[in-house]
């Protein structure tokens, strides 16, 4: 696979996960992350989950539950 193409890959997922998370109505767990946005691995889903908390898209409200940042939510024009 081109370096090209996983990077746009990668790109995709994590994405997938923000637009999740700005229109989840309750915090959101990884496995919920797995089964209903990348269908992959639970190690890539913590991966991204983990990645999007670091820089300030998601918010950790429980040791296993996330959920959108305001500025998530800003991002694609959720409602709070």
């Given at each position: 696979?081109?370096?090209q ?12 996960v923000?637009?999740?998370a700005?229109n989840?109505?309750?915090?959101f ?6 089964e209903?946005?990348?269908n992959?691995?639970r190690?890539?889903a913590?991966k ?9 898209y998601?918010t ?7 959920e ?6 800003e991002?694609?024009?959720?409602k709070?």
């Open positions: 696979m081109k370096a193409q996983k990077q746009f890959e990668i790109f995709e997922r994590y994405l997938d923000l637009l999740y700005a989840a109505t309750s915090p767990t990884v496995t919920e992350i797995v209903r946005v990348v992959g691995s190690a890539c913590y991204c989950l983990s990645v999007l908390h670091k820089e300030g998601l950790k409200v429980s040791t296993i539950r996330f959108a940042t305001q500025k998530t939510r991002l694609f024009g959720a709070s």
